[in-house]
């Protein structure tokens, strides 16, 4: 398959889970694909799992300098770019009592303006047509249990998509937000201990209209279906949940 061959792609937050998921989907087919990552170890592995179609910039999107490398590394790399992934992010709890100055900043500077700033980056490598894709959470419209920080930097993402599809508009740029469910992506496994996450992933799924959690792949196909084919949609979220939000 060739669907996506000439088309130049970046996907923060490429490395794992549903930015790795996409950026093989996209690979595989044949667009050029450029992912980042905070792991120099997580990047390399993709790159030997995506093929000759990918090529990985280590960094860290709350740090505009870092942003600044990726948009010198995108225009030497791809000229232009066709689509552009914002998914770079972290997610994580803790209970409103006890939420520290600490988690909040870090919360936001990486999932709130870290998603800002790469799209300010980039935006003058967008051609026009191009799509632009926000990673929020359905968490931006439901209330668990100390996901407070969380869930308000993924409705900032929301309110971004709709601004930021109004500022890119006259150029022919269209923004939109994908909206996943919980997903099986191994994260939780890495931000809570073992017992908890296994103890929250069941849960997520019994309470799933559809019984089980999304998969990255299913994440992907919709991705990038808002970056290249929802050609008048823009300004958009589109839920992918399971009917969890809906039903």
Known sequence: MDNYRGKNVVITGGGSGI????????ADGGARVLITGRSQATLDTALERLGGNAVAVRGDVAALS????????????LGTVEALFVNAGIAATMPFASTTEQFYDEMFAINAKGAYFTVRKLAP???TGAG?????STANVTSLPATGVYSASKAALRSMARTLAGEL???GIRVNAISPGPVDTGILGTTMPEAEAERFVAERAAENPMGRLGTPGEIARAVAFLAFDATYTTGAELVVDGGATQL
């Open 125 to 127: 490598l967008l051609s």
């Open 169 to 171: 508009l006259p150029r």
């Open 132 to 136: 632009v894709v926000l990673t929020t």
């Open 66 to 77: 870092d942003l600044d490398t990726l948009a010198e590394r995108a225009r030497d790399e």
């Open 19 to 26: 930015g790795f998921a996409t950026a093989k989907l996209l």
